[in-house]
Structures are given as C-alpha cells and as structure tokens.
C-alpha cells in the first residue's frame, strides 16, 4: 500500500501559476500510475490528469489540456503537476491518487489509493 500526499496549493490570480507536489511513501513508487483529480464544491470529483509507471504516457482532461503538465520523479517518489494559466473554474481541491494498474485513467474509480487533498484557489 501507498501513502500520498499532496502540497503546493494556495491563492493565486488569474493567469497565474502552481505547481503541485504528491510524495509517496510505502510500496515501490514506481510501481504505480498516478493520477490527479479535482473538486469543486458541489461538484463531482474530475479527472485532471494521469502518467503511468514510467511517465512515457500522460493524459489530460480537455478542460486542462495545454495549460496543466503532469510529471513524475521516481527517484524522489513524487508526481507534480504545473498548472499555468489558471483560471477561476479551476478553483477546487486538488488530490492525487494512485493505481498498481492504469485502464483509462480517467475514472476515479481505478484508483484505489488517494491523498488527503490540497486547496486551490484562483482569484479573477
């Protein structure tokens, strides 16, 4: 089993940027897809983002695609995700999660491991 978690969050204005950290800790990182996702209040959690084992594949949801990059460091046991040109809508709490298999990646539901969360909040 692996332990998450998240850092990095906090206010920034629109048209800014962050980056995420997610350290791992426990079972092998690299042993793991990683994924993050997203929720806003009221709303559902969201795909953002995954990168498999070995970070040669990434997939991004289309609200992100282009602005948010995904990476992994397997020697350092941590995923991170560069969000630039934030905006508003992208305003949620921001949690990564893992998975020892990837199908889609994008389903919440293939990952059975999860962070504890950290607030983004982007201001107009």
């Known amino acids: 089993q692996v332990q998450l978690v998240e850092s990095g969050g906090g206010l920034v204005q629109a048209g800014g940027s962050l980056r995420l950290s997610c350290a791992a800790s426990?079972?092998?990182?690299?042993?793991?897809?990683m994924g993050w996702f997203r929720q806003a209040p009221g709303k559902e959690r969201e795909f953002v983002a995954a990168?498999?084992?070995?970070?040669?594949?990434?997939k991004y949801a289309d609200s992100v695609g282009g602005r948010f990059t995904i990476s992994r460091d397997n020697a350092k046991n941590t995923v991170y995700l560069q969000m630039n040109s934030l905006k508003p809508e992208d305003t949620a709490v921001y949690y990564c999660?893992?998975?020892?298999?990837?199908?889609?990646?994008?389903?919440?539901?293939?990952?059975?491991?999860w962070g504890q969360g950290t607030q983004v909040t982007v201001s107009s």
């Open positions: 999660a893992g998975a020892e298999t990837m199908s889609s990646g994008g389903s919440r539901y293939e990952y059975p491991y």
């Open positions: 426990g079972r092998i990182f690299s042993s793991y897809a």
């Open positions: 990168i498999t084992r070995s970070g040669d594949v990434r």
